[in-house]
């Protein structure tokens, strides 16, 4: 069992920068290919960025450039740094954990935390 629990959305004006955390708990953590996604209301849940076990990263093209995802030294803790954000991104940001064949953004994950909230003012 992996529990995740995530931190730091708040409302931001466009061209801001936030950093979202995730607090990984529980099973090896090290192993992991983790994950952020988020969800607009009325939209369907879009994978933003992964990290795999050696470091590999991945993005969606909506925010590359722009997001970068990393781990915490201590390997418990992923972050989201999201600079010049635009009011599109605003969205219910999730953190994810699993093994999936390929460690992607919008692979399938099972473990998730019950996200933070981030809006973008115009």
């Known amino acids: 069992l992996v529990e995740l629990v995530e931190s730091g959305g708040e409302t931001v004006q466009a061209g801001g920068s936030l950093r979202l955390s995730c607090a990984a708990s529980g099973n090896t953590y090290s192993g992991y290919c983790m994950g952020w996604f988020r969800q607009a209301p009325g939209k369907e849940r879009e994978g933003v960025a992964a990290?795999?076990?050696?470091?590999?990263?991945s993005y969606a093209d909506s925010v590359k450039g722009r997001f970068t995802i990393s781990k915490g030294d201590a390997k418990n803790t992923l972050y989201l740094q999201m600079n010049s954000l635009k009011p599109e991104d605003t969205a219910m940001y999730y953190c994810a954990a699993d093994w999936p064949p390929a460690c992607v953004p919008g692979a399938d994950f099972g473990y998730w935390g019950q996200g933070t909230q981030v809006t973008v003012s115009s």
């Open positions: 990290i795999d076990s050696d470091g590999s990263t």
